[in-house]
């Protein structure tokens, strides 16, 4: 395989990377404003409704000022003890729930696809962060916007693929039903989204003082005034869109590994009890005490990134593996392909989660979420869901899996995978 090569995609020429080295030098070019592949799709509706871009299309000035005020409210550390408990009541909810499952089916256990569920749980928890208020996902009756607000996403992602390859614009001065398609998606999410911002700001402008209480980004960021309301509205979608798709399939791809090998389950099952022990009832410290939990999620993004590349504009001249590439190329650096390269990751095709403890340097290999000032602003917010979420599940039920068939991953936009992933439910 070439470890770098220049390609010509449609209508944009990048120069292709994998090597952590290679990574370093493209992260120390990237500019005081980096810049990724702009998703024309998501543009182009933006420009069509006349919707502002939030943090996630942005460039330049504009998205640095903006992101440095949501950095503080989403991806600080010191906001992950006011997520915590939120994410903490989700994630208890949701084994409830399937409890709840398990007895109706009579059977003592409960063989399911569960991605439809964990859509409906990264829901409820990024809601719960986002407005501090809970939809109410995870009861018996599901209310059907929020079920259409669900589907929207997956519509958005699956329609922005054949999108990368032709240009909008020309489709939709066709009239391709993709366009329409993708159109009616972002409706519908902008739609919901503008629900829930509209119903807090009429309670924050009723009830103006603080209770004391966290009460979610969203209304931190209206009290902080420090950015427009339309650009709140605009990052504040872009986040509820974001956090649906990306921890639900991570999470589903994880308890898949778990159920193909039980003694790793078993020892980090293991590892949570004593956690739970050692840490006293206080959850943010617990957290601070699972590493091989920590390791799985990594191994998991390794193995089934959300994001198939990470993308740069080069702000000044690299030289990589002896190629001068001048200022203002686009570069990418193959994330799937790099997890799964053996001179950079021993044994690739094994799941180890251990391979990420503290013993091991882990230089530019660690890059799922992105990488500096641009990286993931959804992050915490992920990384802690996804945790509590494992926790509370692995402290109740067992996961198992019928067949030991080999599941790949499908491009839609995200990685996802390519058929539904059947997996048994049993109460330790
Ligand atoms: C950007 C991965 C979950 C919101 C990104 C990027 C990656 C990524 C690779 C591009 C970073 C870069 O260019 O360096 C993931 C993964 C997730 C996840 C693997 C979960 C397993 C989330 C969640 C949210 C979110 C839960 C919202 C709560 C965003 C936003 C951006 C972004 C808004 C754009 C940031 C910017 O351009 O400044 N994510 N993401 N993501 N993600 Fe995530
Ligand atoms: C897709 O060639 C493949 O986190 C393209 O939460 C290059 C590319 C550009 C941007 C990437 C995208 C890929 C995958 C999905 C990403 C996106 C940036 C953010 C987005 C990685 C690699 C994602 C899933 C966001 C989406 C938020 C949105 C729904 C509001």
Request: charged share 25%; net charge positive.
């Amino acid at each position: 395989m070439a470890v770098m090569n220049r390609e010509k995609v449609g209508y944009y020429e990048s120069v292709n990377i994998i090597k952590p080295e290679d990574a370093a030098v493209l992260f120390k070019a990237e500019g005081h404003y980096p810049k990724r592949l702009r998703v024309e799709a998501w543009t182009s509706y933006r420009d069509y409704r006349n919707r502002k871009y939030g943090v996630l299309l942005k460039d330049g000035e504009d998205w640095k000022s903006n992101r440095i005020i949501l950095n503080k409210e989403v991806i600080s550390p010191k906001m992950q003890g006011n997520f915590v408990p939120l994410l903490d009541e989700v994630g208890q909810d949701f084994v409830a729930r399937v409890y709840k499952k398990i007895e109706r089916s009579g059977q003592n256990e409960w063989t399911t696809d569960l991605s439809h569920e964990l859509f409906k749980y990264a829901l409820e928890s990024v809601s719960h962060v986002l407005y501090g208020e809970r939809l109410g996902l995870l009861l018996d009756y599901i209310d059907p916007d929020a079920q259409h607000f669900i589907d929207c996403i997956t519509l958005m992602f699956k329609t922005t693929s054949p999108m990368l390859y032709l240009p909008p614009a020309l489709l939709r001065h066709t009239g391709a039903r993709i366009w329409k398609d993708h159109v009616e998606a972002w409706d519908g999410i902008f739609n919901q989204a503008d629900r829930c911002i509209q119903s807090i700001y009429r309670q924050l402008r009723k009830n103006p003082e603080a209770s004391g209480k966290y009460p979610g980004v969203l209304a931190s960021l209206l009290m902080l005034d420090k950015l427009s309301i339309e650009d709140i509205k605009a990052s504040i979608t872009e986040l509820m869109a974001g956090g649906v798709d990306t921890t639900s399939i991570t999470l589903l791809w994880t308890l898949y590994e778990l159920a193909r090998h039980p003694d790793l389950q078993e020892e980090i099952r293991a590892e949570i009890s004593a956690a739970r022990i050692a840490s006293k009832g206080d959850v943010v410290q617990m957290l601070k005490m699972v590493p091989l939990l920590k390791g799985a999620l990594k191994e998991t993004l390794r193995l089934h990134p959300v994001a198939v590349s990470l993308q740069r504009y080069i702000t000044e001249d690299i030289v990589l593996q002896n190629y001068h590439i001048p200022a203002g190329t686009l570069v990418q650096l193959g994330l799937y392909a790099m997890g799964r390269d053996h001179r950079i990751f021993p044994h690739p095709e094994q799941y180890r989660p251990s391979r990420w403890l503290r013993s091991q340097s882990h230089y530019f290999r660690s890059l799922s979420f992105g990488f500096g000032p641009r990286q993931c602003l959804g992050r915490r917010i992920a990384e802690t869901e996804m945790q509590l979420f494992l926790i509370h599940m692995l402290e109740n039920f067992r996961f198992e899996k019928q067949r030991q068939v080999e599941v790949r991953s499908t491009f839609e936009l995200i990685l996802l995978p390519e058929k539904p992933i059947m997996l048994t439910i049993k109460p330790l």
